[in-house]
């Protein structure tokens, strides 16, 4: 598995503060692992109070920008119905100076609509074709040389003569597409992607989506292995079963699901997971932390997992 690399992935609007969003991100950093990713929601989901409240995704980077030095940061996903194409153009470009060019770009449609009613902001329709312009944009404005300005027409968003600035420090921030849609989604990895993420799937699905992905980019003139293949699952790591079954209560699931649908059990039990995705074409892993207080959780598996996958 040389090359497989671990990311730290939180939902912060479970419940978290900046404080402790910094604090998983410094021990991130500093037990080895590859980046530091956020989810980009307003709302609580499921049973959580989600106190003290949500924290903006960018805003948080930008402070993260700052306090790390080696980790990537990134989001999975920005959700594009949050905020206009041009001005989160700016917002990441500015994140991505911040930090000295170690920011990554998630974007997603977003979906939650209950999020959307409880802070008012419009949520479409049509989604999808306002995210295939918004990624046009975004890069568009990235890429077009200084002096040189950046215009669009679409269906959905219009910029006329813009001078396209700030630049990112990076040449190029890498964007990463994801999800399990059939036909327009591979086709869209295929257009702007660098990387290409699997949310939460089994291995059967994961590997009929890399297949989707890789026969998109190569219909688009790429080729297949130009973009980076990666996972999103939940983790849930123990020295012994009960402390499997601690970690799982404490995040409200079950051993035997998490077993099925995550990495959960022994680190040896992971590393063989982890393994099988690794031998389907993934070569990241984001390990959703969901009990953020539990700092003991990825010392272990920096210890015992990630330790053996180089």
Not at 148 to 172: C, I, M, T, V, W
Not at 249 to 255: F, K, L, Q, S, T
């Amino acid at each position: 598995m040389e090359g497989m690399r671990l990311r730290i992935f939180t939902e912060p609007q479970q419940g978290a503060s900046y404080d402790t969003l910094l604090t998983v991100a410094k021990a991130t950093e500093d037990l080895g692992f590859d980046a530091f990713y956020r989810s980009d929601h307003y709302l609580a989901m499921g049973d959580s109070d989600g106190l003290p409240g949500p924290t903006d995704a960018w805003i948080t980077l930008a402070g993260l920008a700052r306090e790390t030095s080696r980790i990537r940061l990134g989001t999975l996903m920005t959700a594009g119905t949050f905020r206009l194409p041009g001005p989160l153009a700016i917002a990441v470009a500015q994140v991505d100076a911040m930090s000295g060019g170690r920011v990554d770009f998630g974007l997603g449609s977003g979906w939650f609509e209950e999020e959307h009613t409880a802070y008012g902001i419009p949520f479409p329709k049509e989604k999808f074709g306002r995210l295939e312009e918004q990624l046009a944009i975004v890069t568009g404005l990235w890429s077009t040389p200084q002096g040189e300005s950046f215009s669009y027409d679409g269906k959905y968003y219009s910029l006329k003569d813009s001078p396209a600035l700030p630049k990112p420090a990076q040449d190029r921030i890498p964007v990463l597409v994801g999800g399990l849609g059939a036909k327009r989604t591979p086709r869209l990895a295929a257009r702007f992607a660098d990387e290409f993420n699997v949310p939460f799937a089994s291995l059967a699905d994961t590997e009929t989506q890399f297949a989707r992905v890789r026969a998109a980019a190569e219909e688009h003139g790429r080729s297949a292995d130009e973009l980076v293949y990666s996972n999103a699952l939940v983790a849930c790591v123990g020295k012994d079963d009960a402390e499997v079954a601690r970690r799982a209560a404490a995040i409200g699931r079950e051993v035997d699901e998490l077993k099925e649908n995550g990495l959960a059990g022994s680190p040896a039990e992971v590393v063989d997971k982890i393994g099988r995705f690794a031998e389907a074409g993934a070569s990241r892993i984001y390990l959703q932390m969901l009990d953020l207080s539990d700092l003991d959780h990825l010392e272990l598996i920096a210890d015992q997992v990630q330790s053996k996958l180089s």
